[in-house]
């Protein structure tokens, strides 16, 4: 059965550092893609980025950037240049071939001025 | 582009009463999923419809809970009666087939 784990139920990081967020994932299925949300207190699940498993390169979309790990089963998150608005919970998940997402527990990041 | 619309936002009722939420998905997009969020966890899927037809309700509690997309756009779900345990953030989303799913703004739901 799949899995996602994220170790880290929180992170600190300064403004204008890099931040990275863990997330492992255990699979059998040879296709399959990695999402990583946003959801601030506000409640809203934002889309951040995505990496399908046959991707050749890292996926990037703007200050963020995931490194994503096959073979290791791995795909953290990575956030560049922290800002205050950054501060959030973010959630790792997992679509197989059904492309039903099984979610990570989150990690809280804070940013500190 | 449109988001995903939810309404209401917040609602509070009283154990055993009933509620509803409401979702607009994106134009064009055929999967319309809800999902419920416990304060603390990450979201669980209550049911995934494509079109007016439902994918999954596997983890639907059919004895309270119900939903319905009956002309494959828009789509309601009720509880009734609540119980406190279904204090929650729902969530839904909507999706391409197989594809990236969006959220809308969530219903933040307290059961006193």
């Known amino acids: 059965a799949q899995k996602i784990t994220q170790t880290q139920p929180g992170m600190f990081v300064q403004e204008k550092e890099a931040v990275t967020l863990d997330c492992t994932y255990d699979?059998?299925?040879?296709?399959?893609?990695l999402f990583w949300y946003k959801q601030p207190s506000s409640g809203e699940m934002i889309f951040l980025i995505y990496q399908g498993s046959y991707d050749q390169q890292n996926a990037t979309e703007g200050r963020y950037s995931l490194n994503f790990q096959k073979a290791r089963k791995s795909a953290n998150l990575v956030i560049s240049a922290s800002q205050l608005g950054d501060s959030a919970m973010y959630f790792c998940?997992?679509?197989?071939?059904?492309?039903?997402?099984?979610w990570g527990l989150g990690t809280s990041l804070a940013v500190n001025p | 582009e449109a988001g995903v619309a939810q309404s209401p936002r917040y609602k509070i009722i009283e154990k055993r009463q009933s509620v509803a939420f409401w979702c607009n998905p994106i134009?064009?997009?055929?999967?319309l999923y809800w999902y419920q969020q416990i304060l603390g966890q990450g979201p669980k899927l209550l049911i995934q419809f494509q079109n007016n037809g439902v994918v999954d309700d596997s983890q639907l509690p059919k004895d309270r809970f119900s939903a319905e997309r009956l002309k494959g756009v828009d789509s309601t779900l009720k509880i009734q009666p609540a119980k406190l345990e279904d204090s929650a953030v729902y969530l839904c989303?909507?999706?391409?087939?197989?594809?990236?799913?969006?959220f809308g703004p969530g219903t933040r739901l307290t059961v006193l």
């Open positions: 998940a997992f679509g197989g071939n059904n492309r039903k997402l099984i």
């Open positions: 989303a909507s999706s391409l087939v197989g594809d990236t799913q969006y």
């Open positions: 134009s064009g997009h055929a999967t």
């Open positions: 699979t059998s299925d040879p296709s399959y893609g």
